[in-house]
């Protein structure tokens, strides 16, 4: 018996990961196939990491209201794990594995075959090792199927071993009360009904849905003997260095309407199949999925393996049975306990319906069937036609407990029948609209008519909604709002025209059946083409009142790490231009095509510096509409957020799941941003504009669009398109309409795309002086290495906890405390010779730098403060900052450069700022420093300069702002408008 066969497309399909398990890894190495998710866990070591869902088990929890008020939501329905089948507790001897620490413990997420793979190596107190490999993967059948193997080997010698296999019941739902994006329902949980060996049955609370879970194994009988012992499978045997034990172990969940065993006290065995054809049908089944979702970065593996990681996940989590949504997170974590939101539509509809087009139309069907609940919710908020879709909801119901920004966002009515045209005209499947898509446009459509008025000149509004700005709640002509709605009713009443023409009987039945007649359509076209316009040469309002809010004082109360939303009342939020997430700007990018490029530019100039993107799904949008207006360094800092959010947790919240639709949108940021893709219609071919990145060598993706499989490729100058054989697809490109054939792949220039933002004025601060290492790049770690290689030559031990003291220490100050620490006292001389030999260490290290080497959103800083008017300058303690800056190829982007040679005395004196402001001829308190350093942080603020602090708030309390990380540095923000 053998462990899983290597099943991976590529070696660099693999995401890699070293360390003992935690929630991040949980989430990030989490396996599901839209039916069934498990969170990433270790077998022998059962610590609450091990979380297994089925997307269609879930239960009622109870809201509680002090003031209670007519049409609030009731209960949540809350998604509840199921009992867990992964453990396999191992002893070897008499210790049990699972209270030891592993000595190393290494990860596997094989992309392209869709399985983990785990090796921790534990040391017995004899000394002797032993090395668990397991492999696990989830059919990417129907069935809710878990396949683990395990491989046991121990170093030297022999000794007895003993693997206890079990269904773990002890299994709830969590609660964080201050953090409302994991949700509050904690502690629901299943109630067991049976437990046996191998055999566990639970059933749901209040809904009463049952569960059984089944495990089974497969072992060689004449190495362990098998011993049930009434909650678990005990299995006995010896190991030794040159007779390792394998273990394979299936676990399946089946749900049940009713707790009656189908067959009396102990259900039948499912048909388990074999163990290696199932593996089979599983690697298939993967190959299928990435046949269309290719995609490749050449030269930048980084984000090639971040949107490989995405696509992964974001197939791997959708449902496939058309009677479960797309969850926010999947099948992934407990996140908004299991939720379905808007962006399920706005942003993984638009990635499904083009690289797997039947994901897409599951999610949809699940849509159409709480139709009847939506009905529902309409009467709750006192509509008496129509349906309202629930804001967040797993089968239907409203589980929003705070209306302002729940049951208030209107616009998922807009993002449904947006979904809906898009998957019909991208995959020209017309067979939804008798199955409930016609209805479920026209009933929804009744919304906007029951929630809006005329005024007195003849303008259609809506009042008291929220729109995807969650910052500002219950506000009037929320633009975005405005949009979708109005292309909702156009699409509603051109669905009722050509369902007339095709379907004429079936529309009539269900005219008559939900009470709709021409007149009702004549008034959608007519609210359609009555919205306010908005002046092409001013801002375009996000609302009626938001142009009028003072601003967010992001001096006083400047952005942290983590979401405003868990450190302010929402009303000093809504009091203020601050934007959670892109509004206008989406509305751009959904539907913008008759909105001028210049305007898109001045909105996109004035709502960025006000968008802090506390929601994931915000950074996608602005990467799309920052390279439709020639922005590409905006865009790709933008891009390289949504990328890589899960891999790098840049949210802090990875631990509750991933983000599926932040996953969505890094592909979307790189077909819809860079290539430039639109949808088109029955009437217009879908469209492309591709641009290439600076610094990249190219990017190649594969989609469907119209049943065609389309291969774009840019590279250089030119961009690529092929189709297969016997293929004839039209397309626009860059404005051109021309025919792509399987005759021959099309090769086309690549046109240039002008920035079209105008440079703002400046504002108070008239310069901004940066700091080198750690802010623009970060060759600490060639500092540490140099200093410690010296170090240890004169008999210095010096370690990272060390290494802190020398941060934004000078040279010469940085050699006195290794030598003071050494107990040393060389002479001038000396201490000259000594540093200029650190110095040549460090120089030999930096010698391969190049652009690569800055860090996220450095140039983007540089170029944004001189766009706004700014004089640039550098201040950094390294002598080699001018040779650093040359490497990076920024030189040309500081107005002065000053360094540890030009000052007497280091940081945390003011010498160098104080220099650099001279240098750019500014006063010091008209200059702003950025640092990520406590010595360099001193230094500005005693230069009487204000400061920005890169870093953790905790190191850096005196700066007068502190951000994460440079790619957060909006200088926008401090200035008056």
């Not at 795309?753 to 002086?769: C, D, K, N, Q, W």
């Not at 001193?938 to 905790?954: F, K, L």
Request: hydrophobic share 45%.
């Amino acid at each position: 018996m053998t462990l899983f066969r290597r099943t991976s497309r590529m070696h660099d399909w693999t995401i890699r990961r070293t360390g003992a398990c935690n929630a991040l890894l949980a989430t990030q190495f989490a396996l599901s196939n839209g039916a069934l998710g498990v969170r990433g866990n270790v077998e022998e070591r059962p610590d609450g990491t091990a979380i297994c869902f089925m997307a269609r088990v879930f239960d009622l929890a109870p809201i509680s209201y002090h003031e209670g008020f007519t049409g609030f939501a009731s209960a949540s329905e809350t998604r509840v794990p199921v009992p867990d089948g992964t453990p396999v507790r191992i002893t070897v001897g008499d210790v049990d594995l699972a209270h030891l620490s592993p000595l190393s413990e290494e990860w596997q997420l094989d992309l392209g075959g869709g399985t983990v793979s785990r090796t921790s190596i534990y040391e017995l107190p004899d000394g002797r090792t032993v090395e668990v490999a397991a492999q696990r993967f989830i059919t990417a059948r129907d069935e809710a199927r878990l396949s683990i193997a395990l491989k046991l080997s121990i170093s030297a010698g022999e000794a007895p071993i003993s693997l206890r296999s079990y269904i773990d019941t002890d299994v709830e739902t969590v609660s964080v009360d201050d953090d409302p994006r994991i949700g509050t329902s904690g502690g629901v949980r299943m109630r067991t009904l049976h437990r046996s060996a191998n055999h566990v049955r639970a059933k749901t609370a209040r809904l009463g849905l049952v569960v059984d879970v089944r495990q089974t194994h497969d072992f060689a009988e004449d190495i362990l003997t098998a011993h049930p012992d009434g909650v678990s499978l005990s299995l006995h045997g010896q190991i030794s260095a040159a007779m390792p034990i394998e273990l394979k172990k299936t676990v399946e969940w089946m749900i049940h309407e009713t707790d009656a065993p189908p067959h009396g006290n102990e259900p039948v065995p499912p048909s388990l199949g074999d163990f290696v054809a199932d593996q089979l049908i599983h690697e298939a089944a993967m190959t299928a999925l990435w046949d269309s979702a290719e995609v490749a970065l050449p030269g930048n593996p980084r984000l090639e393996a971040a949107l490989r990681f995405n696509l992964f996940h974001l197939m791997q989590n959708a449902p496939r049975d058309g009677l479960s949504g797309y969850a926010a997170k999947g099948l992934t974590g407990e996140g908004y306990e299991g939720h379905v939101f808007w962006d399920a539509e706005t942003f993984l509809i638009p990635v499904l319906a083009l690289v797997a087009p039947h994901l897409a139309r599951n999610h949809l069907a699940w849509r159409i069937a709480t139709l009847p609940a939506a009905r529902h919710h309409a009467r709750e908020l006192n509509h008496p036609a129509g349906a309202l879709f629930a804001w967040r909801t797993i089968a239907g119901r409203e589980g929003s407990a705070y209306f302002p920004s729940g049951s208030a966002q209107y616009h998922i009515n807009g993002a449904v029948a947006f979904a809906l045209e898009y998957y019909e005209h991208s995959t020209g499947d017309r067979s939804l609209r008798e199955a409930g898509a016609a209805e479920t446009v026209f009933e929804t459509a009744r919304i906007w008519i029951a929630a809006g008025r005329y005024d007195r000149n003849g303008i259609f509004s809506i009042a008291a909604v929220t729109g995807p700005d969650e910052y500002s709640a219950l506000v009037d002509n929320d633009y975005y709002t405005d949009r979708m709605a109005a292309r909702h009713l156009r699409y509603a009443a051109r669905l009722f025209a050509e369902m007339g023409a095709e379907a004429p009987e079936f529309l009539a039945a269900l005219a008559e059946r939900i009470g709709l007649d021409a007149d009702e359509i004549s008034g959608w076209r007519h609210a359609a083409d009555a919205f306010a316009t908005h002046d092409d040469t001013a801002v375009t309002p996000q609302d009626a009142t938001f142009l009028a809010k003072p601003e967010w004082n992001f001096l006083a109360e400047p952005i942290g790490h983590k979401p405003l939303l868990l450190s302010y009342h929402p009303l000093t939020l809504y009091r203020h231009q601050v934007l959670k997430q892109a509004a206008v700007v989406l509305a751009h990018v959904l539907d913008g095509t008759d909105v001028p490029l210049a305007r898109k530019a001045r909105d996109y100039a004035y709502y960025e510096p006000r968008t802090v993107h506390d929601s994931t799904l915000s950074p996608s949008t602005h990467a799309i509409l920052a390279a439709e207006i020639g922005l590409l360094d905006d865009a790709l800092l933008h891009f390289e957020e949504t990328a890589r959010v899960d891999l790098d947790n840049l949210h802090g919240n990875t631990t509750h799941g991933a983000h599926m639709a932040a996953m969505a949108g890094s592909w979307l940021a790189l077909v819809w941003g860079f290539a430039g893709f639109r949808p088109g219609t029955d009437e217009r071919p879908a469209r492309f504009a591709p641009v290439l990145p600076s610094g990249w060598e190219g990017y190649s993706f594969t989609m469907l669009w119209r049943g065609v499989r389309i291969e774009v490729s840019v590279s250089g100058d030119s961009c690529t398109f092929t189709v297969p054989e016997g293929a004839s697809l039209p397309l626009l490109i860059d404005g051109d309409l021309v025919t792509v054939t399987g005759d021959a792949s099309l090769v086309r220039p690549i046109a240039p795309r002008p920035p079209v933002l105008p440079a703002s004025e400046p504002g108070h601060f008239r310069a901004a002086i940066f700091d080198l290492d750690g802010v623009l790049t970060d060759s600490a770690e060639e500092h540490f290495l140099a200093w410690q290689r010296l170090a240890a030559e004169l008999g210095i031990s010096i370690d990272r906890a060390f290494n802190e003291r020398l941060k934004g220490v000078d040279r010469m100050g940085s050699l006195d405390l290794i030598l003071r620490h050494g107990g040393l006292d060389p002479d001038l001389a000396e201490r000259q010779r000594l540093a200029a030999r650190k110095n040549g260490y460090y120089r030999e290290a930096i010698e391969a730098y190049g652009p690569h080497r800055l860090l996220p959103g450095a140039r983007r800083a540089l170029v944004a403060a001189r766009q706004l008017g700014l004089k640039v300058g550098l201040a950094s303690s390294s002598r080699n900052a001018r040779f650093l800056i040359e490497r990076l190829g920024i030189a040309s982007l500081f107005d002065a450069v000053v360094d540890g040679s030009d000052v007497a005395r280091g940081k945390p004196a003011p010498d160098i700022f104080l220099a650099a402001a001279k240098a750019l001829g500014v006063e010091p308190d008209e200059a702003v420093g950025i640092e990520d350093a406590a010595a360099g942080i001193a230094a500005i603020r005693a230069a009487g300069m204000r400061a920005i602090g890169i870093g953790d708030p905790t190191d850096l309390p005196d700066a007068d702002i502190i951000i994460s990380t440079i790619a957060r540095l909006r200088l926008e923000r401090y200035l008056p408008a």
